[in-house]
């Protein structure tokens, strides 16, 4: 579930191994590529975390923010496993 705070667009997703993460990010990559939002990001094991934040708006959450999180919410709905956490 995405939090808005500090400014920012938050959200961590669980998949069950490394491989099932990475392959999801590659997915992301190409959408948030295509968008031109590419986003803030970690991964460690099974777990991607999000920080979204527009740099050319002062770094404020605009729809530009909110578009990209939808877009990833729809990419993480074929590997839900477990919840967004």
């Known amino acids: 579930m995405w939090k ?3 400014k920012k667009l938050t959200a961590s997703f669980k998949f ?4 099932e993460a ?3 990010m590659i997915e992301v ?3 948030a590529e295509k968008q031109n939002h590419h ?3 970690t991964n460690v094991y099974n777990q991607v975390s999000f920080e979204l934040t527009t740099h050319d708006e002062g770094n404020l959450v605009t729809e530009k923010d909110r ?3 939808d877009t990833i ?3 993480y709905q074929k590997y ?3 919840s967004a956490e």
């Open 22 to 24: 990475f392959a999801f």
């Open 39 to 41: 986003p803030k990001w």
């Open 80 to 82: 839900a496993v477990g």
């Open 4 to 6: 808005e705070t500090q």
């Open 29 to 31: 990559a190409f959408h």
């Open 73 to 75: 919410d729809n990419l």
């Open 67 to 69: 578009k990209l999180a």
């Open 16 to 19: 069950k191994d490394f491989a």
